[in-house]
């Protein structure tokens, strides 16, 4: 036998421990190979459940028109849920230019939506209604989150400790069940993580209008296969770019919304403190 032509995953040993962590997979792994190196039933068919869930949302070709061309097409039948960013059925994007802290400005969003109120400083971001928000993030834990959440509550001029009850109604925050959304090796987001979700939140009984997925590993092609998530759970799905490739997200987008810093004079003209760091709260453009 000519040992060179020997596949990788023949001799590489890798564990579901290494898959959920995201360690690329030998060339050519699958199933058997997982059974041979003692994966459990359980873990094998956690493997094929994220294959055949990624096959299918990839398999499902359905680009995002842009949302002028909807408008033409279909006017006022677009289903905005949040200014003219958000819709449902639909995947938009969310890109902070440098300078921008993306955490903050997903957060303010996130808790703009829930609390039906808008935080955009042109006052063209507000709620159809309040919205119930799920905040799917591997970059940030649910202290961080909780914490800024206080933060950007109080920034509004919110008690915390008053909302709180029905805030929790409304706003959630998870994080992958399974590892990340991507390996270090693969191309595509993994089935697995976003069938966890949806399980997760139908086991939890919440039914949200708006899914945050805030991960730095999603790239313009993954676009279309979330947009067919977007389409078939009716959810209107925004994703927090981070530093990604501007231009093909907004490209792939349903509409792309961009924050950038204030200036010295917007800041000025906001009552806003040179040295404040309240700055970086940006405007949205369109």
Known sequence: MNIETIKKADTTPYTFADWERGDARPVGFTIADAMRFGWTEKEREDLAMSEASTDRMYGFFMPQPARHLLDILAPGMTKFVYGKFLATEAVSVAVSLPGVDSTEVMISDAFAMAMGSDLCSDGSMRPVRKLKVVVWSEVIGEEEFVGRLQVTASACGYDIEAIEPDLAKRLF???????????????????????????????LEITPDVIVIDSASITARDLLALGRVAYQMDWAIMVVDRGGDPAAMRYASFVTRTVRMMTSQEAEQAGIPKESGDRCMAFALH
């Open 173 to 203: 925050f998870m994080k992958p069940g399974a590892g990340p959304l991507k390996g270090k090796g693969d191309t595509r987001i993994r089935g697995y993580a976003i069938a966890d979700l949806i399980y997760s939140l139908r086991d």
